[in-house]
């Protein structure tokens, strides 16, 4: 039973850590907080209930037009808005990016309305049976893709030319400038690839939850609490803090109180701060 | 090669350079010399396209590239190899190396270029794996050069590329520089070591406050009196 929360934990902790990826390689490569980031995830969400319920196409399948749209969207964003932000003052990003926030969670509270949108999967009750774990089968997939894109995202960035550009970039920007690499794009393609992740992420988690305009925030500083406990810019860390604080409110949930969950959450973050504040996988400064 | 014309540039209300002219000629070396804070890195910085200039004119190879950003600088085949080194310390040497050549006029021919400056700097080679940060400063130097040749410049500007280095990588270094003019590389010289510098170039500039106060052969600024009492100390 307890097993069983864990391993339910771990799967939808998978899901958390590519939600969080997206935060963690933004701020990692242009110091930039996307305060917006729970918010446009939740536009996934919708957008995959859409296809869902106006195209009967799988969250599994339109996870992948979505993810495209999110980052040419994310490309856009950053050349036209976000750019001439990045060497200004912190609060000047701030007031842009929770600009960005209120319009979304209003854009979807004014087209899809206050009420929770479900997207309904004809194996939504299915499960295997592993040994003797019960696992859902829907929560089973959604977090092999999550791995999948994980997997692939940690892949660009270590072996592509691209990815070692934005690494570049990330860590000597007056290097990056000195040998001609166009940081603008960089940056732009940067943004991309966050908000694709993000809007991937959205798409999986509306398998297993519904949509609604008010979770925006709670994702916001779930992702914070995920990339915080992981270590700030890196990468794998968004990952393993994705799946520990999966599990972590899995484990409040059946032990304690479901309502109990994000306070366990947060009393992890304040012991990772207190032990490690580095987080788990971050490098001291 | 290398046309500058009248360059004025500020910081914010401090002007770090007044009316600066230089020319380096194809296949020559010339060498900047002034104390610190003099303005050379501005200078280089400006051609870069890194600092804006306020006024005047940059031209390489004929093309007007006041203005341009510095990716599309460094396209044309005006390489840098910086103050500082500014290397990617996190990151693999060979990883170092290969992002010098991802420039669009480099990137076919990355694999040549690898080999040559693994030829020409053995100890990177053998050294490729590992992090950047953890080489000596002699090798960061080395791999600053290495990753500005994978560029395939056509003149490289040097900002002082002895700095911090022991007196032995010194020579090293300028070694290296005369080397490179040999095999035709065209050469802007940046560097603490008057004598030297002044010794290997064919065209020199004395830049004081902002202003080149001075212009000649290499000779004739190691002959002049002004020069050898500022800074050779004689
Ligand atoms: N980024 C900067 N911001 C403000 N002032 C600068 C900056 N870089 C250089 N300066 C100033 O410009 C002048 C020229 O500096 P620099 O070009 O670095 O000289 P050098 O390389 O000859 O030592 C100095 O007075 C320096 O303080
Ligand atoms: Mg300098």
Redesign the pocket.
Known sequence: MILDQVVTGLLTGLIYGLLALGLSVIFGVMRIVNFAHGEMSVVAMYAAWAAARYLGLDPLLSLIPIAAIFFGAGYLLQRGLIQPFVSRPDYMQFILLISVALILTNGALLVFGPEARGIQVDYAFDSYEIGTFLIDKVRLLAAGAALTLTGLLLAFFRFTLTGKAIRAAADNRTGAQVIGLDIGKLYAVTFGIGTASLGAAGVLMALLNDAIPRLGPELTLLSFVIVIVGGLGSMTGALAGGVLIGVSEALAGTLLQPSLKSMFSFALLVLILLLRPQGLLGERS | MLDVENLDLA??D?R?LNGVSLSVAAGTITSVV?G???????LIRACAGMVPAQGGRIRFDGTDITGWAPHRICDLGLGQVA?GRQIFPSLPVLDNLELGAALPRARKAAKQSLEKVFALFPRLAERKAQRAGTLSGGEQQMLAIGRCLMGLPRLIMFDEPSLGLAPAVVKEMFAIIEGLHRDGMTVLLVEQNVVHSLKIAHHAVL?ENGVAAMAGTGADLLADDRVRQAYLGL
């Not at chain 2, 610190?36 to 501005?42: E, H, P, R």
């Open positions: 910081y914010g401090s770090a002034g610190n804070g003099a303005g050379k890195t501005s103050e830049l």
